[in-house]
């Protein structure tokens, strides 16, 4: 069986990553999958792993933070997109289309229509959510408005909920590895906080670390990510914050923390929880962006802004044996979750 998988954005990160951990749970299986981006993106993180990728125009509207400008332009490049994409299907003499999210979901679905071939839709927002539907069967990942509101969407094909398929090393690190790598401030007798909002620093999780770090001293404050921008570096240039900036060993840093301040995307927090660690989101930390994550992972999620972090996070250590105990009963559904979507994967695609 050959599948191609159909992916949104430059290749970078997030739905990147998403697909890339859908590839190694097909290939644990024996399910041959190759990538698929639009000619534009430079694929980065699928260069990084010295992976080649196919290339057809897969046009994107914005995600959740699509507008009607944006739906219409990306729907005038949807036609020919969808062309070119059902040609590409045929010429690999492709089996199957997984569409991952967004442009990757709507042109890997509709291209696979036109070419008579079976597809899966890895839907997250609302407009791959409802052409997914219509076209073949489907899986919700969380941020998707039909994960909590399934009974409101109706289609003639099978729709099942899909937690998002992590890398299995990320539950195996080892906090023994990266003692040696902290600075002097590091103190193992005290609890440990981490603050990200992924590879990249945004300025609202940078300023939810300083806000913390001012008013508390007694636990340890870890922060990651690349600055955004030179700016940033000023708002976290303060003696409470232990600033790793962009790291490789995150796994290892998930094992040393006790809890995670993190923002409300499906990939990261999906990570943190399988770790078992509890999680405080920051809302709106990535241009406004809102999924409501805590409702799916409740008792083991809250919610915060940049004004309230404090007292958000305090409630957050006072409250941790409930939380904890609540991201062990999630964490393992999302340690299946690879399997749950390969067994989905190899129903349809015969």
């Known amino acids: 069986m050959k599948l191609l998988i159909f992916v949104t954005g430059r290749g970078i990160g997030g739905d990147a990553v998403t697909a890339y951990n859908i590839l190694k749970a097909l290939e644990s299986k024996n399910i041959s999958a ?3 981006l639009d000619p534009s993106a430079p694929g980065y993180y699928f260069k990084k792993r010295n992976m080649s990728w196919l290339k057809t125009p897969i046009p994107s509207a ?4 699509a507008s009607k400008s944006s739906l219409f332009k990306a729907g005038l490049k949807t036609i020919k997109a969808v062309i070119l994409g059902s040609r590409l299907i045929k010429k690999e003499k492709a089996d199957g289309v997984i569409g991952v999210i967004g442009g990757g979901s709507v042109i890997g679905c509709l291209s696979a229509k036109l070419a008579h071939v079976p597809a899966i839709g890895v839907v997250a927002t609302p407009t791959d959510t409802k052409i997914s539907l219509k ?9 998707s408005p039909a994960f909590t509101h399934k009974d409101d969407y109706v289609s003639n094909y099978e729709i099942q909920k899909q937690y998002s398929p992590i890398k299995m090393d990320i539950i195996h690190g080892d906090k023994n590895n990266i003692l040696d790598k902290l600075p002097k401030k590091y103190d193992a007798n005290k609890k440990s906080i981490l603050f990200a909002s992924g590879s990249t620093l945004f300025d609202d999780m940078a300023k939810a670390a300083r806000n913390y770090a001012q008013e508390n001293d007694d636990v340890n404050i870890f922060l990651i990510g690349a600055p955004l921008h030179e700016g940033i570096n000023k708002i976290i240039d303060h003696p409470n914050i232990i600033n790793l900036g962009y790291i490789n060993y995150i796994n290892d840093l998930y094992d040393l923390v006790d809890l995670a301040v993190i923002t409300d995307d499906g990939l990261t927090l999906h990570e943190t929880i399988a770790c078992e660690i509890p999680v405080v989101v920051v809302i709106g930390v990535k241009y406004g962006r809102y999924h409501g994550l805590s409702r799916v992972f409740d008792g083991a999620v809250i919610e915060s802004n940049v004004d309230n972090i404090t007292s958000v996070v305090n409630k ?6 409930s939380m904890k105990e609540a991201t062990t009963k999630y964490a393992k559904d999302i340690i299946k979750a690879p399997e749950d979507l390969v067994e989905f994967v190899e129903k349809y695609m015969k």
């Open 34 to 36: 190759k990538i698929v």
């Open 316 to 321: 957050a250590l006072n409250n941790y044996d």
């Open 135 to 143: 076209c073949n069967p489907t899986l919700l990942l969380p941020e």
């Open 62 to 65: 914005g995600g959740h933070a």
